[in-house]
């Protein structure tokens, strides 16, 4: 496997469609566990006003052969800055090219997005039932309730 990023001066991608994501092997092959990435300042724009939107992603997996490293995600996550994509877009299409190139057991995401028009949009995707015995635990962030 090649690693483009790690250890190197890595730019900003233009879009998350230029992004490269990088794999290595799992260093614990054979027993399920849980890997949990938070990315609590994400943004992306709107489609149609192109004004930012923020968002708390949790991104939990329980790797298979590979797992993602850790700066080429940062530098995907970073590159929807200047994506425009509804959230649930975003959020699901994050999930689908993890668990389509990385090949965990099993993936989940959680898009906790700020109020956009005075509404927020929380956005959940999962690949299917969690390995058996995997621990989940609750991904942690409370329900946006405003001032109150």
């Known amino acids: 496997m090649t690693i483009t990023h790690l250890g190197q001066t890595s730019p900003l991608p233009a879009s998350p469609e230029e992004a490269r994501l990088d794999y290595v092997?799992?260093?614990?092959?054979?027993?399920?566990?849980?890997?949990?990435?938070?990315?609590?300042e994400f943004t992306?724009?709107?489609?149609?006003?192109?004004?930012?939107?923020?968002?708390?992603?949790?991104?939990?997996?329980?790797?298979?052969?590979?797992?993602?490293?850790?700066?080429?995600?940062?530098?995907?996550?970073?590159s929807f800055r200047n994506h425009n994509g509804f959230h649930?877009?975003?959020t699901v299409g994050i999930a689908e090219r993890l668990f389509a190139e990385m090949k965990p057991l099993w993936l989940r995401i959680g898009g906790y997005w700020y109020p956009r028009g005075g509404i927020p949009i929380d956005v959940f995707w999962q690949s299917g039932e969690p390995p058996a015995g995997l621990w989940l635990p609750d991904q942690g962030v409370p329900?946006?309730?405003?001032?109150?």
Request: one cysteine or more; hydrophobic letters at 35%.
């Open 25 to 40: 092997p799992n260093p614990r092959p054979g027993r399920p566990y849980l890997v949990r990435f938070t990315a609590p």
């Open 44 to 78: 992306s724009l709107c489609p149609v006003t192109g004004q930012p939107d923020f968002a708390h992603l949790v991104l939990d997996y329980a790797p298979g052969e590979t797992i993602v490293e850790s700066k080429s995600l940062k530098l995907f996550l970073s």
């Open 88 to 90: 649930e877009d975003v």
């Open 143 to 148: 329900a946006y309730r405003g001032r109150g």
